[in-house]
């Protein structure tokens, strides 16, 4: 049992968690490495490099349970179990990984060579970047099953001003509040994310070594920021699915920490679960 209390309570009350993954740091390189080659990245020729930000699909994949154990470990008490994740691998639509199949970590990285680097470095704020929660590929409901967590794996030490993403703490109970008043779904698009972070005043860096993964509530507004380390940061966000929506019933027993998280940031009101023809997900079954 990796998840104590003391982790617990720090999810519960920050809607994130810092965890070293236990992945081997001759497999990070590797993977960096060999990605940054695939795209032809010269780290003695990176003053010839125009691209600011890169979302790479899946080239190596491999089992979480094999390369991260004690990382699957939580991420499965923190859902409830692993009987409770999605087996199988779905298809969609994306600028990044276009399968998921959140059994398996994967080189699908998120590259900040150089983001914003021509202006001035700027604190986490409201105000200048892309806030936004993740999952394009479904109708957001308060007990959505498609992005039960939001994972972020750095592959690259990650300092400050060197690209780390920027989340908006107290950003969970304003996404929960806008689904309590949203019954019938929200598609992402219709997000005013602007506005929510607008109502925020506890912003933070993700810093951290390579090999630190963060396990965050998937209401969690986060941003990219801008990258003055002239270093390519390197991290991975695999999503969480699961099997079937949250139990958000407050009378309920045996709640997972995801579901009691949930529960807080509508502070335990009775909601009813959509019928499901109102859900709708944009992807498909692969295997």
Known sequence: ?????????????????????????????????????????????????SIDLLWMDHHRKALVSEIAPDAWTLLTEIVGGEEKIEKQTMGIESKHFTTINSF??????????QYGKEKPWQHPQSQGFNWHVDGSYFRHFLDSREQA???????????????GTFIAEDSPNLIAETLMENPQGIDPSEFDFQNIADQCKNFIEITGNAGDMFIIHPFMLHASSQNHSQIPRVISNPPIILKEPLNLDP????????????????????????????????WWVID
């Not at 070293?20 to 960096?32: A, C, F, V």
């Not at 967590?149 to 690209?163: A, P, Q, R």
Request: hydrophobic content about 35%; charged content about 30%; glycine content about 4%.
């Open 251 to 282: 009378d309920s027993v045996n709640h997972s920490l995801l579901e009691k998280a949930t529960l807080n940031y509508i502070q335990g009101r009775n909601w009813v679960q959509p019928k499901p023809e109102k859900r709708s997900s944009y």
């Open 104 to 113: 398996y970590w994967s080189d699908s990285f998120i590259i900040n060579f």
């Open 149 to 163: 967590l939001l994972v972020i794996i750095l592959w690259s030490n990650v300092e400050t001003k060197h690209g």
């Open 1 to 49: 049992m990796l998840l104590t209390s003391e982790l617990e309570n720090t999810f519960l009350k920050r809607g994130f968690l810092k965890f070293e993954s236990g992945l081997d740091s001759e497999l990070i390189k590797q993977w960096r490495d060999e990605a940054l080659e695939r795209i032809g990245y010269r780290r003695e020729r990176k003053e010839e490099w």
